[in-house]
């Protein structure tokens, strides 16, 4: 019988109104299991939300965000909000397709990170 595979491991720094990952909208990572490390590097709470998005969704991630014509996306997967300095991680199994990151916490103002540009993408193979 063979050993199940080894999640692959994304690695994310939350800052303000910014997620930094290696290889950012252009990363691809191989379907199954991924584990999603995140490091809180701000100096606000944020959260982690992973998004399907539809394979035909034109534009980028935070486009639609910005658009008075959003398309929607489902969610998969939701890391609760994390404090300034703290870590976590959280894994999900995914099958191919387009997948977004964005943080649904919202300034004092209304806006949400994600619209403030805290949104990203990334494939699945």
Do not use: W
Not at 84 to 104: H, I, K, M, N, T
């Amino acid at each position: 019988m063979p050993l199940p595979k080894i999640p692959e491991v994304v690695i994310v720094d939350m800052g303000e109104h910014l997620f930094n990952y290696e290889g950012g909208n252009e990363r691809t990572v191989s379907r199954g299991r991924i584990v999603f490390r995140t490091r809180n590097t701000g100096n606000l709470e944020h959260d982690l939300v992973i998004v399907n998005l539809p394979k035909d969704l034109p534009g980028t991630l935070l486009e639609q965000l910005r658009s008075p014509t959003r398309r929607a996306g489902r969610a998969v997967a939701h890391q609760k909000p994390r404090p300034p300095g703290s870590r976590g991680f959280f894994a999900v199994d995914l099958p191919p397709g387009r997948y977004g990151l964005l943080c649904s916490v919202q300034d004092a103002d209304g806006q949400s990170h994600a619209i403030k540009g805290m949104a990203g993408e990334f494939k699945v193979r």
